[in-house]
């Protein structure tokens, strides 16, 4: 069976009245319109699947917080390894109506894979109070962003050692004794600032230090926290579960700042499409982004109140959109070889 | 008529094997002809092929690999063979408990025997490597885990238990007059080895072998924690990153579905001089109509030398590791263990393990998939071998040729080929359900048991069951009071070998992980991968208390069946 376009679903009656307030005063309008679209989430009898890859220990208290402001709507996360997984499993399961998840957060090059096959709902989420910033496209909503920095143990890393950014990280007594993610993401991300020849440049004298390559970033906070590793470029979200649990890790924050933000969005065939919206729509306010940052570590850098804005602020913020995926790809290629070949080839 | 009705059986278990097997192979082989690997995908295109065989990644690579697959394999197959030979057919001090302890790790997941290791013989942490800095005055660590000779030993580690239940039923089941006959001639024990046991046990030996190395071209868990932070990488870190990291932002299933053509072409090959080497079944019987009872080797005095290294063995595979993974367990954060971090060992772990509110559910899934699994491997396994072996039907080799074929097949495209198929066929409901993750474990794991079962079954004599038959017995009643006895050592390890590896499995649960189907390796990894280590070490520890009793009640069985 064919679904109709998701701006349907609410009922035209609804969103002429909302439009009209709209056109009066913006805020009540947007209110008026989550507000009727909670209501029909409400009447949908199945809740809306989240394919998401934070630990479920994680998502129940972000569903939890929504739950408090819209008791009757119901969420299910589903953890999935990583942003491809998610990705995959949503191209396979368009072959099935019905069987849908209803929403998928992933990154910027994975949600434009999403959106070339016509697998997102294109939304207006600025009728529902978004800004240009979170959703500068109909198909997708920014929601929190993860931030490179440099992590250290402060055991192992000497006073006169302890690095203040970027050219620190190439100091020759880390030779052999630093790590980093084994995909190349920070690195390809830092074209954008620097331009090709000295981001080129960086990795490759970076990586002829020889850093351990990890298949994810806590594993590197893990070793780091250990004293396998004195130093290391990880995630600032990653390092949290260390830190809290006592390690004797620190965090370098970096200028500029690389990012992999965590683009949201709705599936075309979602069961549960107006649930799927308020909740997407939720994640984008300012308590569901703290909710997400409290949970998960990851907030919203165009949200003022997360602790991400406030570690962000003043910073360069460099992240290829949605929209360059192609750049990207080329750069996370050619840098992933750099990393993979310990410095001796840049492709 | 008659004919049909005898070939009806064979060509049921035929149609399961060839359902089991034969789709995810169609899909593997369509994948690779598709753009991006899906199977909507719109046209038809080489360059997958093109990529991988043309590619400058997977020549250097498969280098690496065949090292680290071949000395995995025979470090693996020389211990497994020595301990299941010690442990099955001589008079080794303390026996029972022996058997136990070998088979303990199979509840440990790779991935944390491979952290316990590196928390043992990392060059900076290990604990191994500060004592013997201590010990001998050494400045530097004299080991480094983080090696290709690091990867081989982790990865014999892990492969041990399963070579030792391979081996072990064929050994037991050794007539043990070809042996005494042996030595009243006054043959060493050097010559009953080399000349009669190892002889007779080549079938099993030879399977484990060919198992062994086929694993070894897929695992990951060990190159991946081990190898790929120093950039020893595998053939199985391309499929990693193809499926899991690719830069495109959609995994290359056409990719890894072509590289898995050469896994699948290698396995064939494999396997069909494994057939041709058991070709003559007849000479590897052992177990016919004259009743024996097994009577261990007297060691005289290398028994106590034999236990010592058995002991050490055990010290080395079983207990450090898992006494590092117990206090990590204990610790709040992965640290390296020094007197000092004993001070604040805390139950912190184990009571969030504990109290998960998702533990009941996870426990009850587990023990659903894990039960339900290991039976269904392990009947399929029996009905397989005594087909293969017994049957004298042309495409009995086929059979086995279908049990065996999904070994070659990487997890990762398993799981996208029941996804597929499950998204398809929708009036078969198991999508996201633990029933998706039955029909992956029993098509993945049908491999062991059919290789442990087959070995067995070419020692069993025809006489038997030719008397059987002769005195008016059917096909059915055959199986049950003759081969099923006689097979039952080998069935009881296949469907432990099972259970223990479909509790622990990890990667296809992470595949198929669906709104109803957590496990306890999900939760496992849910701890793991949000940077909880010491807490998915608490649940790793779980999980072999566990199989512990699990072993144990199977030994304890064994015994009393073998006092009868």
Redesign the interface.
């Known amino acids: 069976m064919n679904r109709p376009p998701h701006d349907t679903l609410v009922g035209r009656r609804a969103l002429l009245g909302a439009g009209a307030a709209l056109a009066a005063t913006p805020a009540l309008a947007q209110n008026a319109a989550m507000e009727e679209l909670a209501r029909a989430a409400a009447r949908e009898s199945g809740p809306a699947?989240w394919y998401e890859s934070?630990?479920?220990?994680?998502t129940?208290r972000v569903i939890a917080a929504f739950n408090r402001r819209y008791p009757n709507v119901r969420v299910?996360h589903?953890?999935?390894?990583?942003?491809?997984?998610i990705?995959?499993?949503m191209?396979?399961?368009?072959?099935?109506p019905g069987?849908s998840a209803d929403i998928a957060s992933?990154?910027a090059?994975?949600i434009?894979?999403l959106n070339g096959r016509n697998l997102l709902a294109q939304v207006d989420w600025q009728r529902l109070g978004l800004t240009r910033e979170q959703a500068p496209a109909p198909f997708t909503v920014n929601i929190a962003a993860a931030a490179y920095v440099i992590v250290y143990n402060r055991n192992l890393v000497p006073a006169d050692a302890v690095p203040r950014g970027w050219d620190d990280l190439l100091d020759p007594r880390w030779q052999g004794r630093t790590?980093t993610w084994?995909?190349s993401h920070p690195f390809a991300q830092l074209t954008k600032a620097w331009g090709e020849p000295r981001a080129v440049e960086f990795t490759e004298r970076y990586a002829r230090l020889n850093p351990?390559?990890?298949?994810?970033t806590?594993t590197l906070?893990?070793q780091i926290?250990?004293?396998?590793?004195p130093i290391g470029l990880g995630l600032w979200h990653?390092?949290?579960?260390?830190i809290a649990?006592?390690?004797p890790v620190e965090i370098v924050t970096l200028d500029p700042t690389p990012t992999t933000s965590i683009w949201t969005s709705v599936a075309r065939l979602a069961p549960s499409p107006n649930t799927a919206r308020l909740f997407v729509a939720w994640l984008a306010t300012a308590e569901g982004a703290r909710a997400y940052e409290d949970a998960t570590q990851r907030g919203s850098a165009l949200i003022q109140g997360t602790r991400t804005a406030e570690m962000l602020r003043g910073k360069t913020v460099v992240e290829y959109g949605p929209e360059e995926?192609d750049q990207f790809?080329r750069w996370?290629?050619r840098f992933?070889d750099v990393l993979?070949a310990?410095g001796r080839e840049a492709g | 008529m008659g004919s049909l009705r005898r070939g009806l059986p064979l060509l049921l278990l035929g149609l399961l094997l060839a359902y089991l097997a034969v789709v995810p192979l169609v899909l593997l082989t369509l994948s690779s002809f598709k753009p991006e690997g899906f199977l909507d995908d719109e046209g038809w295109v080489l360059d997958n092929w093109r990529a991988v065989y043309l590619g400058r990644d997977l020549w250097p690579m498969l280098r690496n690999t065949v090292v680290f697959a071949l000395g995995s394999t025979a470090a693996a197959l020389l211990m497994g063979t020595l301990l299941a030979w010690l442990v099955e057919r001589t008079d080794l001090p303390g026996r029972g408990i022996v058997r136990v302890m070998i088979v303990l790790p199979l509840a440990t997941p790779p991935l944390l025997l491979a952290i316990a290791w590196v928390l043992l013989l990392s060059p900076r942490t290990g604990f191994f490597n500060f004592a013997l800095m201590d010990l001998l005055g050494l400045q530097t660590a004299p080991l480094n885990i983080f090696s290709m000779g690091g990867m081989i030993f982790v990865e014999a580690m892990v492969l041990l238990p399963s070579v030792y239940l391979m081996l072990a039923p064929a050994f037991r089941n050794m007539d043990p007059n070809l042996e005494h006959a042996a030595f009243v001639s006054g043959a060493s024990v050097w010559t009953v080895v080399t000349r009669i046991v190892l002889p007779l046990l080549r079938p099993a030996i030879l399977a484990a072998a060919v198992f062994m190395l086929i694993v070894c071209l897929v695992v990951f868990d060990v190159p991946g924690a081990i190898g790929m932070p120093v950039r020893v990488f595998v053939v199985s870190t391309l499929i990693y990153i193809w499926a899991t990291e690719s830069p495109t932002g959609l995994p290359l299933y056409g990719q890894v579905a072509a590289l898995a053509a050469l896994f699948v072409v290698v396995l064939v090959g494999l396997g069909v001089v494994y057939q041709q080497l058991s070709l003559q079944g007849q000479r590897f019987a052992t177990v016919s109509g004259k009743g024996f009872r097994p009577r261990p080797m007297p060691l005289g005095r290398w028994r106590w030398p034999a236990a010592a290294m058995v002991w050490v063995y055990f010290f080395l595979a079983t207990i450090a590791p898992l006494a590092v993974l117990l206090v990590t367990s204990l610790l709040p954060f992965q640290t390296r263990i020094t007197w000092e971090v004993l001070g604040g060992l805390t139950w912190e772990n184990h009571l969030a393990f504990l109290g998960n509110p998702r533990l009941v559910l996870a426990v009850k899934n587990t023990a659903v998939v894990a039960l339900v699994s290991a039976t269904a491997v392990a009947l399929l396994s029996l009905l397989v071998s005594w087909a293969v072996v017994r049957s004298k039907a042309r495409g009995r080799y086929v059979l086995d040729l279908l049990a065996f074929l999904p070994m070659g097949i990487p997890g990762v495209m398993i799981g996208v080929a029941l996804i597929t198929v499950y998204l398809t066929f929708t009036a078969i409901p198991i999508y996201g359900t633990i029933w998706i993750l039955v029909v992956a474990y029993t098509t993945t794991f049908i491999a062991y048991g059919t290789r442990t079962t087959n070995g067995v079954m070419l020692q069993l004599h025809r006489d038997l069951e030719e008397a059987a038959s002769v005195a008016g017995a059917g096909y059915w009643r055959i199986l049950r009071r003759i081969v099923l006895p006689l097979a039952l050592p080998a069935v009881v390890a296949v469907w432990v070998w099972v259970m223990a590896h479909a509790a622990r499995e990890l990667s296809t649960a992470l595949m198929l992980h669906g709104r109803n189907n957590t496990v306890i390796s999900t939760l496992l990894w849910n701890f793991w991968s949000g940077g909880d280590g010491p807490r998915a070490a608490a649940v790793g520890v779980w999980l072999m208390v566990a199989l512990f009793l699990l072993v144990g009640c199977w030994q304890l069985l064994a015994r009393r069946q073998e006092a009868r």
Not at chain 1, 54 to 58: A, L, M
């Open positions: 699947v934070s630990p479920q220990e994680q129940d299910q589903v953890r999935l390894v990583g942003g491809v997984d990705a995959a499993r191209v396979q399961e368009a072959r099935t069987q992933v990154s090059d994975q434009w894979n790590g084994l995909i351990m390559l990890f298949r994810s806590f906070a893990q926290a250990a004293g396998e590793l990653a390092t949290q579960p260390v649990r006592g390690a995926t790809r996370l290629t992933n993979k310990g």
